[in-house]
């Protein structure tokens, strides 16, 4: 089983639509949680930590279900720009993040 | 301010040879941690440092992997006797600690893109 899975998409959205991605993780020792935006080419940038409580930033929102070992991302009247690829990281202590393959997100005029 | 900076942006090398890539962490950031992403793959966390120590190793792909890091700041990680299969992107990000609620969020350097021959 992988420990950190995502839908790979692509999702094909229409400008202004909302889009919501999930991930699931295996190990339930995890302990913090992120999902960061991969443009073409480029390096992964940190889009949000993700808290229990869940967190909002703008037209973005990330919750935690700790229970069915998920997160999920949600935009919110999407723009052009916000066509990228969006990994989910989950970490388990003092090492590395284990990131999922990513989900391909395209959003259309 | 500046971020974690890389070193080369590309190398393209003939199999075989030896590489060297640099890691120049973000000032003030204590924990250093290098991976790997291959064409079409997801990032492949190799090794992390916490200081200058390296706790655990065994997430480099093989013993021709080696990384080391000095004065707490830059890190360089060497592939021996590379081979075609090591063609990836190499990433390398720093946090202001290894754990620690607010302070292990990881910030992500340009990479290099190897290209063995």
């Known amino acids: 089983r992988k420990e950190v899975e995502q839908d790979p998409g692509p999702f094909n959205v229409p400008e202004g639509a909302t889009v919501a991605f999930n991930c699931t993780y295996s190990n339930s020792a995890s302990q913090s949680f992120f999902w960061y935006r991969q443009d073409c080419r480029k390096e992964p940038k940190l889009l949000m930590s993700v808290y229990s409580s869940g967190n909002e930033d703008g037209r973005f929102t990330a919750q935690l279900n700790r229970a069915s070992q998920y997160i999920s991302l949600l935009i919110r009247d999407s723009k052009l720009s916000d066509s990228a690829t969006y990994l989910c990281a989950v970490k388990g202590g003092a090492d590395g993040l284990t990131f999922g393959k990513g989900t391909h997100l395209i959003i259309q005029p | 301010g500046a971020g974690v900076s890389q070193s080369p942006s590309n190398k393209v090398t003939e199999k075989g040879k030896d590489v060297e890539l640099r890691c120049d962490p973000i000032?003030?950031?204590?924990?250093l941690y290098w991976y790997r992403q291959s064409l079409g793959q997801g990032l492949e966390f190799l090794i992390y440092?916490?200081?200058?120590?390296?706790?655990?190793k065994s997430g480099l792909p093989s013993d021709r992997f080696s990384a080391e890091r000095t004065g707490g700041s830059v890190s360089t990680l060497t592939i021996q006797r590379t081979q075609q299969e090591d063609s990836a992107v190499y990433l390398c990000?720093?946090?202001?600690?290894?754990?620690?609620?607010?302070?292990?969020?990881?910030?992500f350097g340009p990479g290099t893109r190897l290209l063995v021959l």
């Open positions: 440092f916490q200081g200058n120590s390296a706790p655990d």
């Open positions: 000032s003030g950031h204590t924990a």
């Open positions: 990000a720093s946090s202001l600690s290894s754990s620690g609620h607010g302070q292990e969020t990881q910030y």
